[in-house]
């Protein structure tokens, strides 16, 4: 019903930036919950930050303070603008959409993001 394709992973050096993008398509509802997790080998997938349709925000510990989550209603698009890169944030990022209306989750297949030491 909802489809998601994630851009913008690539390989950077620590201390560097990327940009995620995340678009949605199919049965969208005006209110839901666009978020990003990640997964590294042989750990289990954690939030990195999440947003609601109105614009409320959290994030993970330990990404708070260098990441930020925005999203463009219009598009159906979120963001991910993350600063400051460490290699522990080295991981797949898959961005996932969930809406109160349905109780159903969709996730995107993932983008590949390395950090460099």
């Known amino acids: 019903q909802v489809q998601l394709v994630e851009s913008g992973g690539g390989l950077v050096q620590a201390g560097g930036s990327l940009r995620l993008s995340c678009a949605a398509s199919?049965?969208?509802?005006?209110?839901?919950?666009m978020d990003w997790h990640r997964q590294a080998p042989g750990k289990q997938r954690e939030l990195v930050a999440s947003?609601?349709?109105?614009?409320?925000?959290n994030y993970g510990d330990s990404v708070r303070g260098r990441f930020t989550i925005s999203r463009d209603n219009a598009k159906n698009t979120v963001f991910l603008q993350m600063d400051s890169l460490k290699p522990e944030d080295t991981g797949v990022y898959y961005c996932?959409?969930?809406?109160?209306?349905?109780?159903?989750?969709?996730w995107g297949q993932g983008t590949q993001v390395t950090v460099s030491s």
């Open positions: 996932r959409y969930s809406s109160p209306s349905t109780y159903n989750q969709y």
């Open positions: 947003i609601h349709s109105i614009g409320s925000t």
């Open positions: 199919g049965r969208i509802f005006s209110v839901n919950v």
